[in-house]
């Protein structure tokens, strides 16, 4: 009853929120966008203009230039050959050839006049033949009025090769000059910084550009050609000096973006007027349904894991009743999981002290001191140091009174191992310890070290020859323990661990037993790993978490 009352109000508030905003919405978002539309294409016929503008410019300097090499040619009294054959022709034709370079500018690549022989006086050198050979020259001769190329190469020319493209303007002399009547005047000039305007153009407005001269022929167009479409804007605008055409097409997908700007700006204030609509109905309505959304979390926290989740009992009336009803069902379950805690830990335990009564039993200790005892009235001092280091380790074997022990007992325990195998085998083997400081006080199971030990000299060794080192150090969290031995290393290591069948007589509670024990203590994740050594022989590494105390385990 409470949520259909809470979405009732919800919606109530969203309906009084919705309408004058949606409609709100619609007439600002049509009357930007409009508005936008038009300033857009101002902007575009403006950018236009100035296009227009410095590209008449451009065409208007290589007017004057023909213009002004017209005239050198037309005075009176001028006479150039190509190939003079006096002083006064040679001053002559360099006279004009200075004139030509005293035009040449950084736009400016070349001025030439091309007899009708073929023959060019020019302001730089070119190859002539691939001028002559050039497309665009040859379409410019079956024309007797002034014409504009369109861009193309500069390959004619000699080095340094000019920057391309080249934009050409050609103009035929009809009247008796100082050059044969039919000559034509070249004028070439670098298209980079038109081009580079054409594409800034392209780049601010987003549009595509063309220009095509009088005959309606291609002369330029943007590299990107967008899909047209009967929406898009148009811009045109002719040169008055050579008739092109330049025209600008905005695509209507970029009018679209910038309206889509405004439109998304709308949906960004509708939403947070709705987020704010949300807020209301929560407050107004949180009081009635807090409860509800209480139980709710706390149902939620309680099936992720957070078992102490409980629900703040108000009151007597019916959502009081079922809070107090779902706090008593998870009291249940808690006691339910400690119970099947304990069973699972006393499991355990069994399983460990079975594990340890596969030793003899403590006759032997007493058999041990009664012998130490003979054997010190008899004055056998190695005899006495050898039962006792025996009675010493199997007093810790038959301790299971305390599961976990320091690892500076176990160490001393080895110890106790390690003298009697040097009784046994004297200097033949060696061993040293590499303990990390501050390991001393770590917990680890009783007997862990024994059996590795065992293993390396009833099957690595032969006749106790060889060296075995140890090494401890903490790994974050993680202890790593291992033992390194020179022996004839193991086959199958994975076979190791493995269960088997107990093992009768000398040969301790085996490596799987090891292992069983870490996983039961600390975790199926730790236990014991075997790898080769680099060298010779095996690694036996042993890891389990760091945990250290003042007491005992078991008297915590």
């Not at 025209?247 to 910038?258: F, G």
């Not at 439109?263 to 309505?285: E, F, K, P, T």
Request: aromatic share 10%; net charge negative; hydrophobic share 40%.
């Amino acid at each position: 009853m409470s949520s259909s009352i809470q979405r009732k109000m919800t919606l109530l508030i969203f309906m009084c929120t919705l309408i004058p905003l949606l409609a709100h919405s619609i007439l600002s978002y049509s009357k930007s966008a409009n508005i936008v539309n038009v300033q857009l294409q101002d902007y575009n016929r403006y950018a236009m203009k100035q296009l227009v503008t410095v590209t008449d410019m451009h065409l208007k300097e290589m007017d004057a230039l023909s213009r002004d090499i017209q005239g050198y040619l037309l005075a009176p009294g001028k006479k150039i050959n190509t190939k003079p054959k006096s002083y006064h022709e040679y001053l002559e034709l360099n006279s004009f050839i200075d004139f030509l370079s005293f035009h040449v500018s950084p736009i400016v690549e070349g001025l030439f006049v091309i007899t009708p022989e073929g023959e060019i006086i020019g302001s730089r050198n070119v190859n002539s033949a691939a001028l002559l050979a050039a497309d665009w020259w040859i379409n410019t001769q079956s024309r007797q009025d002034w014409q504009w190329t369109g861009f193309h190469s500069g390959s004619y020319y000699s080095s340094p090769k000019p920057y391309e493209p080249l934009i050409s303007l050609v103009v035929p002399l009809q009247l008796q000059a100082a050059v044969p009547v039919g000559s034509r005047i070249l004028v070439d000039v670098n298209a980079n910084a038109m081009t580079s305007l054409f594409r800034s153009f392209e780049v601010d407005t987003k549009s595509y550009l063309e220009i095509r001269d009088w005959r309606g022929q291609l002369v330029y167009e943007s590299q990107e050609k967008p899909p047209f479409s009967d929406n898009d804007y148009v811009f045109s605008e002719t040169l008055e000096l050579n008739n092109w055409t330049i025209t600008a097409r905005l695509p209507q997908s970029e009018i679209n973006k910038s309206s889509g700007v405004i439109r998304n700006y709308g949906y960004l204030i509708g939403l947070l007027s709705l987020i704010a609509a949300l807020i209301m109905a929560r407050v107004l309505s949180g009081n009635f349904t807090g409860r509800i959304v209480s139980l709710h979390r706390s149902m939620l926290e309680f099936s992720r894991g957070k078992l102490d989740a409980a629900v703040d009992v108000k009151g007597k009336d019916e959502l009081s009743r079922l809070g107090a009803r779902f706090n008593f069902m998870t009291e249940q379950i808690r006691t339910l999981i400690a119970n099947i805690t304990r069973t699972e830990k006393l499991k355990n335990e069994a399983e460990l002290r079975a594990l340890h009564y596969q030793i003899n039993p403590h006759l032997i200790i007493n058999t041990l001191n009664a012998i130490q005892w003979r054997a010190r009235m008899a004055g056998r001092s190695d005899i006495d140091r050898m039962i006792y280091h025996l009675a010493a380790l199997l007093s810790e074997n038959l301790d299971i009174s305390h599961e976990l022990v320091p690892l500076e007992e176990e160490l001393e325990t080895i110890g106790h191992y390690i003298k009697i195998q040097y009784y046994r085998y004297g200097d033949s083997f060696t061993y040293s310890e590499d303990i990390e400081p501050g390991l001393e006080r770590a917990w680890i199971p009783r007997m862990t070290l024994q059996p590795l030990y065992e293993n390396i000299f009833y099957h690595a060794f032969d006749d106790g020859t060889g060296s075995i080192a140890l090494e401890a150090y903490r790994d974050r969290h993680q202890i790593v323990l291992s033992v390194y031995d020179d022996g004839k290393g193991i086959e199958s290591p994975s076979d190791v661990i493995k269960p088997s069948p107990p093992r009768k007589g000398r040969g301790g509670l085996g490596m799987y037993n090891v292992d069983q024990k870490i996983k039961l203590h600390f975790g199926e994740q730790y236990g014991i790993r075997i790898l080769p050594n680099a060298e010779r022989g095996t690694i036996i590494e042993i890891r389990w978490p760091y945990q250290e105390g003042e007491k005992r385990r078991d008297e915590d």
